[in-house]
């Protein structure tokens, strides 16, 4: 599937064969909403790594994550930068994660590049792999860093459906999730790990959940195995892989292809009020909704009469919704659509239906 975007297309869905750098150089400028990366981490091993029963950890040391110098890393990660943020939308944004090895550096060039960092995340590891050597601290975390294209972008950024995912608790930025194990790590016909770093679906569902939307376009330029992938499938995004190593895209794709996509009334996530279309209070009275002399009431008794103009007046105060409830309380602030309630057949209503009424008609 490709996805027409100015003179070029986008090939949506699949999975681009080859270095990342030149592959992204080949897609359109302003065409990616969001993009997750896990680059490779210069861990810079010095040796194998054992066990104390002495059998050999099965530690990362593929030559993808290996460079001649700290200086070959950060021209490599220049380079790719360089590229997602030409790709990015103006209200695109980028994830990286890394480890203490490389995240300091991706950091600095992200911030060098124009992006403006929003979150770092620490991805806190509820099963981390034991330090068998004992000379330094278990190593038991990485960092995320979700940074906007620039400092005026719009971003896409779901607070509500976070907190949903949370038990209704706002969403901190210290992310409490295993690594990959049991069923969920992928394994190779040898039975060895498909992928030495494969990333938890757990961690890119609370990522694509809080930072796009269905339908947007996820690019991941270090594809891997696809988590990437198979998450931004289930909920109903498009994405791009771009993977060089063959093995790990023979995985890919065959994961990928056994994953069904929610149903569509499952993709739909909480949102804030403030995302909605917004109706003035005026607007209530220009419709008839609300007649002018009309006495609204608030949950403690207070009175105030609409005016024609849609601002409120009270026995020693006028203004809008908010202002009127506010003094009335003698609060700093009022939310005059909650405060606010008028009367219909004998009951009582909040004015904050009217609203949802008016919001419901504008959204067809």
């Known amino acids: ?27 359109p400028d302003d065409s990616i909403d969001l993009i997750f990366a896990d680059p490779p981490y210069n861990l810079q091993l010095r040796g194998d790594l054992h066990r104390p029963d002495n059998s050999r950890v099965d530690a990362v040391d593929d030559h993808w994550d290996q460079f001649d110098s700290l200086t070959a890393y950060d021209e490599f990660t220049r380079a790719w930068l360089t590229e997602a943020r030409r790709l990015l939308k103006p209200d695109g944004a980028i994830w990286v994660i890394g480890s203490y090895h490389n995240v300091f550096r991706l950091g ?42 620039s400092e005026k972008s719009k971003y896409t950024f779901n607070y509500e459906a976070l907190k949903a995912l949370n038990e209704g608790v706002q969403m901190r930025s210290d992310w409490v999730l295993p690594i990959c194990t049991g069923h969920e790590r992928l394994k190779d016909d040898s039975g060895d790990k498909a992928h030495p770093t494969q990333k938890p679906q757990s961690l890119l569902h ?12 996820v690019l991941d330029p270090f594809f891997g195995t696809g988590t990437t992938g198979a998450v931004a499938k289930m909920l109903g995004r498009d994405w791009i892989g771009i993977e060089r190593e063959k093995a790990y895209r023979v995985v890919a ?23 909605e279309p917004r109706v003035p209070f005026g ?30 007046i009270g026995d020693d105060v006028r203004g809008s919704i908010h202002q009127v409830g506010a003094h009335l309380e003698g609060a700093p602030s009022c939310n005059g659509w909650t405060y606010w309630h008028f009367k219909r057949d004998g009951k009582t209503v909040p004015i904050d239906l009217l609203r949802q009424q008016i919001r419901a008609e504008m959204q067809g």
């Open 283 to 312: 607007q209530l009275v220009e419709r008839g909704l609300l007649r002018p002399g009309e006495q609204l009431v608030s949950p403690r008794g207070k009175t105030a009469k609409v005016r024609a103009d849609g601002t409120l």
């Open 206 to 217: 609370r990522v694509l959940v809080g930072t796009t939307n269905p339908g947007d376009v």
């Open 253 to 275: 794709e065959k994961r990928i292809g056994n994953i069904r996509k929610f149903d569509r009334d499952a993709l739909e996530v909480s949102t804030s009020k403030r995302a």
């Open 1 to 27: 599937m490709t996805k027409k975007t100015g003179a070029a297309s986008l090939p949506l869905n699949t999975i681009m064969d080859g270095d990342c750098i030149a592959a992204m150089r080949s897609l």
């Open 108 to 149: 600095a060039e992200l911030q060098n590049q124009g992006f403006w960092i929003l979150n770092d995340v620490v991805w806190r590891k509820s099963n981390p792999m034991p330090n068998f050597r004992g000379k330094r601290l278990t190593n038991a975390h990485e960092t995320l860093i979700w940074a906007s294209k």
